[in-house]
């Protein structure tokens, strides 16, 4: 990136006690065949040495910065917005401090974004437990579906690791930082944003690895089952028959994809 050039995009990373993880998701962001990013990791308050691992990476490559947050937030959806109200780019993409992206991501979304005419898009992903299993196939032709309201309400379908999307889409539609909606902020930000007519082109392609890892809350069922009628129950406009008809399809889908296909 040249200097006083604004960056394309913005890759924002929350990031919590993850210093022996976050390397490696530092350096598929820098191995990326899209060079003219930036990446804003803005931590959590962490306990462990995950801000001197960062700063590490900052001073070996200017286009990093990190910001240290002087307060826990309790979840990723405040530092996700203050790495969006920091970011220099057109466009953000999200990452979170443990997964992995595919060398072309960013190449192959925003040659998606530029033939569609888009201003959101995600992409496909693929679980992994160990870097060594980790695969990078060569992608040539772009296929890609869309995602709209109503497909998100029945069941998620956008990795939040593999969104790039409008910044000022974001601003207008940022990430509900109370604690109650930790772990369904992004599904809850992304219907607010499908609900106003804008479309997310999914790419097809397994461009996002995302580590599964013993304790996330998002590999409970039932607590994610609670949490996902939490979220329909109170969006505006929702009936409770249709709230648990949500909650149904969106963990019918969950335990057949993540657990029996292990990808989104």
């Known amino acids: 990136m040249m200097e006083n050039t604004l960056p394309v995009v913005s890759v924002v990373t929350p ?15 820098i191995d990326q065949s899209f060079a003219n990013w930036e990446m804003i990791i803005v931590d959590d308050c962490s306990g462990d040495s995950t801000r001197e691992v960062v700063q590490g990476w900052c001073d070996r490559d200017p286009r990093i910065r990190l910001i240290a947050l002087p307060e826990n937030f309790g979840g990723p959806a405040g530092p996700r917005n203050v790495g969006v109200q920091a970011a220099k780019g057109k466009y953000v993409a999200f990452l979170d401090a443990d997964d992995i992206w595919h060398p072309d991501k960013l190449v192959l979304q925003l040659r998606l974004l530029e033939e ?27 296929r890609f579906g869309v995602v709209n309201f109503n497909q998100q309400s029945i069941r998620n379908r956008i990795p939040t690791s593999s969104v790039i999307i409008l910044r000022e889409l974001l601003l207008c539609h940022p990430f509900e930082e109370s604690i109650r909606y930790r772990a369904v ?36 069922k039932l607590e994610m089952a609670k949490k996902v009628f939490m979220m329909h129950r109170e969006y505006p406009g929702r009936s409770l028959p249709a709230a648990l008809l949500m909650t149904f399809t969106h963990v019918c889908g969950a335990v057949y994809l993540r657990i029996f296909k292990g990808r989104m």
Not at 15 to 29: H, P
Not at 116 to 131: E, H, K, N, Q
Not at 202 to 207: E, G, H, Q, R, S
């Open 15 to 29: 990031s919590w006690n993850a210093e022996a993880l976050i390397g490696k998701t530092i350096e598929s962001v």
């Open 185 to 220: 902020e992004d599904n809850h930000c992304w219907l607010r944003i499908l609900e106003s007519g804008v479309v997310c082109h999914k790419l097809l392609l397994p461009v996002l690895n995302y580590r599964k890892v013993e304790g996330q809350i998002s590999g409970s």
């Open 116 to 142: 569609r005419g888009g201003v959101f898009a995600c992409s496909a992903m693929v679980d992994f437990t160990d870097d060594r299993h980790i695969k990078f196939p060569r992608f040539e032709d772009l």
